[in-house]
């Protein structure tokens, strides 16, 4: 180029790259560098052939290493499937108290068995397994069908009303109102809220308090605690299913509704069912 | 038809003409440092010993921590993250400590540069120690410069063959070695030198090796010069370290020019004569293969190996050493004042010399002051400011602490007797290679009891819990307040670990919440 220019100082012609009368030297690189850059190119190819990399019409091309992302994960996925089977293995074998006992296991059952809720359980027990409403709470130490561990599996293996699995849990309360009049039921329902709390209407009280003898004890007991066998719920606590004032309660005494759960063992198989009981009765520790 | 003469010639060049063209790739021109000798030469000598001692052995030094923790004095345990340094053991979140090091080690950069130059890259950068080592073994292979460049540039024959071959086997040997010794940082060495050697040891072991031996041969062996310059980003940024207070490698031409090496002869003629005799003892033993008469250079390592060559010719000529010498700008400048008296003529050594032949007083010397001055204080404050925070943290560092993860879903139970109930996660780090019983206790929080899941007892108020040595031990911790005792929608209480037996404890301030209407 004619119009070349050479920098006083160092007597080095520049590129012709300006920045604010800032020039660039024209300085040759090392050649070793350039031989490098081949080489990383070189390298590129034979990357490209070793490895899959070059994109076809429906696929892309293997790469002579047979190198598979997926077959690393699966394997990734197989290496961790072996070192769960020992904790599996001893969860199949061992009670649910035992499990619990067990830090080790009690913490794999616990994981696994969150994981298992979450999938499954979270669409009426809620993700804090409060239960939606309607849902019993999971948390708490109130368990309509007994709360240790060993009970918790066995609600989980048969469910709750649940027809078409013998060995399901079948009781239900009759519907009141169709066998005594609406002012026994407003009295029982008043009865019935003041074991627990102030009442609106005290008067009711004492005639509620025969009615419950004479059409309630059989199931929910002489002093109202309730029958876990029949899954007949404690009316004196401070837990309630359906609500705790007297017109819930007489809503229910007129004609209950009764929660249905499925029954899991046949969908899960026996381990989940065990993890899920563990883990649920870690979250409260049952009664 | 026009005969020659008369086409008319056009002024035309084509863009890439032979005369404008310069080739893009430069090819590197070989260095066959001379051997030098000195004090610098010497005071590098016991730098290499002592850093490539560090660099080999620190991995063999044991350190006695009990039976529940590794022997080896520093090692960095990936596998359990766990870092283990003499007395000091660090778990991931004390990583900081590290990050702390490096600050300091930066600063220090600067410090030490502003002060004394490149002293970093002349005396303790791997890649000149490791260049200073492979020089050794070519030296005592293939022989001094000359015989080098002799068999360099000689034939190929069967003596070349054998010098280079051994050359080269020592070489890979020294590599292997530092490639090797690296990986013995990360397990316990001398059950690990016998994998290597028995071909057990992990793949990445072997990967590590593989990978350092083949930088240290390159890099120390072929590339040497050509990393500093090309590939280092040092030399670019020590240059805003350096102010002309910064000690640094100077040729003093104020005495040495003109040079010549013919002094006797042209002094007779009556022309002006310097020290320097031109005799390029000081371009022959340079590593990087540059002439420091061409002032300072970003190539120039500040290795001084040209002080100690010039100071033994000086000396062989009977002149005061110094011609090349660690000296700042300030001082320089000030000397070629005298020199060229004032810049108004070129140098004449006689006038930085009085009558007697003695250097002048006016001449400016290296005085001690200089290296405090604000700058270097800046930088040493930095310095003490973060090593001072570092080691006051590492003093009083705790070796028992509780950490609390609060459940927030659900934030807290209603139980059937209407009390409330909130859970926790309570990790007990138990930072100490020693098993530990560790008590935990509620403080505050009126009426209220914790359980423990895993641990058959009452509710209670305190428990005592086993935890394993160098481990964190995690609780589900459920803590009930009867609904009477439950005073706002959030309490704040205390959970407190100690250590019964040697009264370590921390404290962990957690929430209670509860809802808003409690009957």
């Known amino acids: ?287 | 038809m026009l005969d020659n003469t008369q086409i008319e010639r056009l002024e035309a060049e084509a863009v890439n003409s032979a005369k404008v063209r310069q080739p893009l790739y430069a090819p590197r021109k070989k260095i066959f440092p001379k051997r030098a000798s000195g004090s610098f030469r010497r005071f590098k000598w016991l730098v290499m010993a002592i850093t490539l001692g560090i660099y080999y052995l620190t991995p063999w030094l044991r350190w006695d921590r009990g039976p529940f923790a590794p022997d080896q004095a520093v090692l960095i345990d990936l596998a359990n993250r766990r870092f283990y340094f003499f007395f000091i053991e660090i778990w991931p979140q004390e990583f900081f400590y590290v990050a702390g090091l490096l600050v300091m080690a930066g600063i220090g950069l600067f410090l030490i540069t502003s002060r004394v130059g490149r002293a970093w890259c002349g005396y303790t950068c791997p890649q000149t120690v490791w260049v200073d080592l492979f020089l050794v073994v070519e030296r005592a292979i293939e022989g001094d410069r000359n015989a080098r460049m002799k068999l360099d540039a000689g034939p190929w024959t069967a003596r070349k063959l054998v010098l280079r071959v051994s050359k080269h086997a020592i070489w890979l040997a020294i590599a292997a070695a530092t490639g090797g010794a690296w990986i013995f940082y990360f397990a316990d060495a001398p059950s690990l030198i016998g994998e290597v050697f028995a071909g057990t040891a992990a793949p990445v072991a072997y990967i590590t090796i593989g990978v350092l031996t083949a930088t240290t041969y390159t890099f120390g062996g072929m590339m040497r010069e050509q990393v500093c310059t090309y590939m280092c980003p040092w030399p670019r940024i020590q240059a805003a370290m350096l102010d002309e207070n910064s000690l640094t490698v100077t040729y003093n031409d104020w005495r040495g020019e003109p040079r010549s090496r013919h002094a006797k002869k042209v002094q007779a003629a009556g022309q002006l004569v310097g020290d320097c005799v031109d005799c390029n003892a000081c371009v022959a033993v340079c590593p990087m293969g540059i002439d420091i008469r061409d002032r300072q250079q970003l190539e120039c390592i500040t290795c001084a190996l040209c002080i100690d060559a010039c100071d033994g010719v000086m000396a062989k000529l009977g002149k005061e050493p110094g011609l090349i010498s660690y000296a700042t700008l300030s001082d320089y400048n000030a000397n070629m004042a005298v020199a060229t008296a004032g810049g108004s003529c070129s140098v004449n050594p006689s006038l930085v010399r009085t009558g007697s032949g003695a250097f002048s007083d006016k001449l400016a010397h290296f005085h001690i002051r200089k290296i405090f001055r604000p700058r270097t204080f800046v930088y040493m404050g930095a310095w003490s400011a973060v090593g001072l925070a570092l080691l006051y943290s590492l003093l009083t560092r705790d070796r028992l602490e509780v950490n609390v993860l609060h459940d927030r879903n659900p934030q807290f139970v209603t139980l059937s007797d209407g009390s409330i109930r909130n859970g926790y996660t309570v990790k007990l780090l138990n930072m100490i290679p020693e098993p530990r019983t560790i008590v935990v206790t509620m403080q505050g929080l009126r009426g209220a009891e914790m359980s423990v899941v895993g641990i058959d007892l009452p509710a209670d108020r305190s428990f005592a819990v086993a935890v394993e040595p160098d481990r964190l031990k995690m609780l589900k911790v459920f803590v009930r307040q009867p609904v009477d005792q439950v005073g706002s929608a959030t309490q704040t209480f205390k959970f407190r670990v100690e250590d019964k037996a040697s009264f370590e404890t921390d404290e962990y301030t957690a929430t209670f919440n509860a809802p808003e209407i409690v009957r």
Not at chain 1, 59 to 82: F, M, P, Q
Not at chain 1, 89 to 97: D, E, F, G, L
Not at chain 1, 170 to 178: D, I, R, T, V
Request: proline share 4%; with cysteine; net charge negative.
């Open chain 1, 1 to 287: 180029m004619s119009d070349e220019h050479i920098d006083e100082v160092s007597g080095i012609s520049t590129t012709g790259h300006e920045w604010d009368g800032i020039r660039e030297l024209n300085n040759p690189l090392p050649r070793w560098w350039v031989i490098t850059f081949y080489i990383t190119i070189v390298w590129a190819i034979g990357y490209t052939i070793a490895y899959p990399a070059w994109p076809m019409l429906t696929s892309a091309t293997k790469g002579v290493l047979g190198y598979s992302s997926r077959d690393d994960v699966n394997n990734e996925l197989a290496a961790a499937e072996i070192a769960k089977a020992k904790y599996a293995a001893a969860i199949q074998s061992k009670t649910v108290s035992e499990i619990a006992g067990d830090d080790a296991l009690r913490e794999f059952a616990v994981a696994a068995g969150s994981a298992a809720y979450k999938v499954n359980c979270v669409q009426c027990h809620a993700s804090d397994a409060q239960g939606s409403k309607g849902f019993p709470n999971l948390n708490d130490d109130d368990w309509l069908w007994g709360g240790t561990a060993e009970q918790i599996q066995q609600t989980i293996t048969h469910g709750i009303r649940f027809a078409s699995v013998p060995g399901t849990r079948l009781s239900e309360m009759p519907a009141f109102g169709e066998i005594i009049t609406r002012d026994q039921v407003a009295q029982v329902s008043t009865y019935v809220a003041s074991l627990s709390g102030p009442v609106q209407d005290a008067k009711l009280v004492e005639p509620g308090a025969k009615v419950f003898a004479e059409n309630c004890v059989a199931c929910h007991g002489d002093n109202a605690k309730g029958n876990k066998e029949l899954g007949a719920p404690d009316l004196t606590d401070a837990i309630w299913l359906y609500g705790s004032n007297e017109t819930a309660i007489a809503a229910q005494v007129r004609a209950p509704k009764h929660g249905v759960m499925p029954a899991w063992v046949e969908r899960l198989g026996e381990t989940k069912v065990k993890e899920l009981a563990v883990y649920i009765h870690s979250l409260g520790g049952g009664e």
